[in-house]
């Protein structure tokens, strides 16, 4: 059952919760939240009765750790897909100290956006982590380069009907960059990577509808495989 929540409010600072077991790291993110203008809603160092404490704290994104109290495994993925099964438009963004593929698909699997993971010692500046967190915001997919090339290297490749620029193309878009973003690594036009994505969908058999988002059923069929 999906929890009441709020509509989006877009004339306050975007609120925030943190959930991560160590203290310092914690607070260090809890700073770089207020230095970036974010309310920090709430910071806490389990996930548990997580979707009562964030549906209580009207957040627009949840930043969680994936290996959280009591048991050090996969507590804040569980609590990632729990908060996406009651709120829906809630931005999740998953930190971790390793390549988590199963982990990765998993937050993926229900086709939707407004996901990340990122890897926490390759965040570096304050502008790449809230490009990160507006993105989720926003209902993008942000992925750390490094764990999009775990999971295509880690899996065998039935991508064989794309061509090496296709395949470009559809990294960058794993790693959720726009249509511009992508014409600027690759040096080429933005109707160019246009195509190229129309001819990934069709290799992918992804027809247009109304109720599937193609871009990110690219991406899952991409980190699948």
């Known amino acids: 059952m999906t929890a009441a929540y709020p509509e989006p409010v877009t004339d306050r600072p975007l609120r925030i919760v943190l959930v991560e077991d160590s203290v310092l790291l914690r607070e260090g993110l809890v700073r770089l939240f207020d230095e970036a203008g974010y309310a920090t809603a709430g910071a806490w160092g389990d996930a548990s009765d997580i979707v009562e404490r964030v549906t209580d704290a009207a957040a627009d994104v949840a930043v969680l750790d994936v290996r959280l109290p009591p048991g050090f495994r996969d507590e804040g993925i569980r609590a990632a897909i729990a908060l996406r099964a009651a709120l829906p438009r809630l931005g999740i963004l998953v930190l971790s100290q390793y390549v988590e593929g199963v982990y990765a698909r998993e937050l993926l699997a229900d086709g939707g956006g407004g996901i990340g993971y990122l890897l926490k010692d390759r965040v570096t500046s304050l502008d790449e982590f809230t490009d990160a967190v507006e993105r989720v915001r926003d209902g993008g ?13 880690a899996r065998p490749d039935p991508l064989a009907a794309l061509t090496p620029r296709e395949r470009d193309v559809l990294e960058l878009m794993a790693e959720g960059r726009s249509n511009g973003a992508i014409a600027q690594r690759l040096f080429i036009g933005v109707g160019a990577v246009e195509k190229n994505i129309s001819a990934i969908f069709a290799k992918l058999g992804l027809e247009e509808s109304a109720t599937e988002h193609r871009r990110v059923l690219a991406v899952l069929a991409f980190l699948q495989h």
């Open 141 to 153: 997919t942000v992925l750390d380069p490094l764990v999009v090339r775990g999971l295509l290297a």
